[in-house]
Structure formats: C-alpha cells, structure tokens
C-alpha cells in the first residue's frame, strides 16, 4: 500500500536548481499547465457549529448554488493544524479566473447573500474581520503539477510555504525548479509503475502582503500543495530525505510550511 503512495514532496532547496544563466524574466501563466483563481475566506465558528449543522448548512449551499447562473465550480474547507488568531478555518473558492469570481460574487451579493448570511452566522461566519475590512484573500492560481491519479477518498492535507524572490533567484531560476522538480517525481512514479493524486500550484498574491496580524512576512508567491493522506506526505518527504541531490546557489526565502486538513464543499459539475 505504501509503495502505491508515491511522490508527495517539496523542500526550499529544490527550488534553488537552474541551469538557466538567462536574466530574462518569464510569466508564470504562460509556463504554467493551468491557470486559475483562488479566494480564501476566513471563517469563525460560531456558537451554533456541530458537525450535523455545518453538514445541513452545506448541503443547502450547493443546493443554492446549483440554481445560480455564475456559481463556484470548487471549494475546500481548511482547516489549521497550528492554532492563530486570524481564523477557526478557511473557506476556499476554486474559479476558474477572476473575471468568474467577479460575476459570481455580484450575482451573490444581488441574490441570496443577505438571507444567508442571516440565517448562517450563528454556525459559521467567513469573510468578516475585527477591524471591519474584508477578510478574503485571492490568488492567481498556476498549476505545475496535475494529480496523475485519482483521489479516491475526498480530503487530504494541503501545505503552503510563503516564499520571497532573492538576488539571484527569480521567476526563471523558480520555473527551472519545479522542471526539474517534476522530473524527478515523473521518474520515482515511472519506477513505482503508479501514479499520485498530489499535485501543487504557485498562488500569486492579488492584494498586498503582509496580511495583517499574521505572522507572516510579505512574500511574492505562495508554494501550494495537495496529499491524500497524511502518510503519503510523511512518507515524501522521508524520500526527499533519502534521495534528493545536493543543491547549491542563490535561493529563495521561504517560511516553513504550514499544514491545514481539508475536506470538499463542491466539488465540479459536470
């Protein structure tokens, strides 16, 4: 069973790698396998959250949303492993751009918004903050890895490291990184004859950073990833551990990773 759980790992020094001495700059949308829009809710529970309320909750949401021109096509409940002070947990909402979230949210806020906000609150209340600005944070969303197999059970882990460019380390030398990065998984499931529902993308901040109260630094771009089970995301990075090469030269600055469960809310309709 362990050895069908290949290859879920990443650390700061992969991403040093590139045998590019160009110092011309190159967009991570157009070297990207896929291209999205992510918005991160954060979300405090209220008095009224239980697993069979949120569950009922949830339910009628995709109900209300299945009956909208312009819904979500995708959202995640994180939930943080490490206690803070800015949330109980994230609700995420996968678009496919951000012209998509745009007319999603305007026909929202023109429809059911208030309603359910009304009739909600007491379980669960996403998006508000202490000091009365919003507390949703998007992305542009750039995929350089897709799931080569299936999650076959809904959930997983999902880690971000929050990383800043440095002299010498830039768009080109990170883009170098994850091909080389993705060569090596391709050849650890290419001899593991399986292969991997974990995938990553680089979320690039539409607002400025730092967030406030988060301890958290400014950074140019958020380093995403997606295990099915907390046991293939130990057992890659022991691999990483066991067998990833030396690396030297200029890299980035990046935080430690910070881990979240997470559980679907919707998943695409098809």
């Given at each position: 069973m362990?050895?069908n759980?290949?290859l879920g790992f990443?650390l700061?020094?992969?991403?040093a790698y590139?045998?590019s001495?160009?110092?011309?700059e190159?967009?991570?949308s157009d070297?990207a396998?896929?291209t999205?829009y992510?918005?991160?809710?954060?979300?405090?529970?209220?008095?009224?959250?239980?697993?069979?309320s949120?569950?009922?909750?949830?339910l009628?949401?995709n109900?209300?949303?299945?009956?909208?021109?312009t819904?979500?096509?995708m959202?995640?409940?994180?939930?943080?492993?490490t206690e803070?002070?800015?949330?109980?947990?994230?609700?995420t909402?996968?678009?496919?751009?951000?012209e998509q979230?745009?007319e999603?949210?305007?026909?929202?806020?023109a429809?059911?918004?208030?309603s359910?906000?009304?009739k909600t609150?007491?379980?669960?209340?996403?998006g508000?903050?202490?000091?009365?600005?919003?507390?949703?944070y998007?992305?542009?969303?750039n995929?350089?890895?897709s799931?080569?197999?299936p999650?076959?059970?809904?959930?997983?882990?999902?880690g971000?490291m929050?990383?800043?460019f440095?002299?010498g380390?830039?768009?080109?030398?990170?883009?170098a990184?994850?091909?080389?990065?993705?060569?090596?998984?391709?050849a650890?499931q290419?001899?593991?004859?399986?292969?991997s529902?974990?995938?990553?993308?680089?979320?690039?901040p539409?607002?400025?950073t730092?967030?406030q109260?988060?301890?958290?630094?400014?950074?140019?771009?958020?380093?995403h990833?997606?295990?099915?089970s907390?046991?293939?995301?130990?057992?890659?990075?022991?691999l990483?551990e066991?067998?990833?090469?030396?690396?030297?030269?200029?890299?980035?600055?990046?935080?430690?990773?910070?881990l979240?469960?997470?559980v679907?809310?919707?998943t695409?309709?098809?």
């Open positions: 362990l050895k759980k290949i990443l700061v020094p992969f991403l590139s045998c001495e160009t110092i011309e190159v967009n991570l070297s396998i896929n999205g992510v918005e991160y809710l954060f979300c405090d529970f209220g008095p009224d959250m239980s697993q069979e949120f569950s009922e909750m949830l009628e949401w109900e209300i949303l299945d009956g909208l021109e819904a979500v096509p959202s995640v409940g994180l939930v943080p492993r803070n002070d800015l949330y109980d947990g994230m609700w909402l996968v678009w496919e751009s951000q979230a745009k999603g949210w305007e026909e929202w806020i429809g059911p918004a208030a359910w906000t009304a609150t007491s379980i669960i209340s996403c508000a903050s202490d000091n009365g600005e919003e507390a949703n998007g992305f542009d969303v995929v350089y890895r799931a080569s197999e999650d076959t059970e809904p959930g997983g882990v999902v971000f929050f990383c800043s440095t002299d380390f830039g768009k080109t030398e990170l883009v990184g994850l091909d080389t990065f993705n060569g090596w998984i391709d650890g290419e001899m593991a004859g399986t292969g529902p974990y995938f990553y993308t680089i979320h690039v539409d607002f400025e730092p967030i109260g988060s301890s958290i630094g400014s950074y140019d771009y958020a380093f990833q997606f295990w099915d907390e046991e293939s995301r130990e057992m890659g990075a022991q990483f066991d067998t990833a090469p030396e690396i030297d030269g200029p890299q980035p600055d990046c935080s430690e990773m910070l979240f469960d997470s679907p809310f919707r695409p309709q098809i």
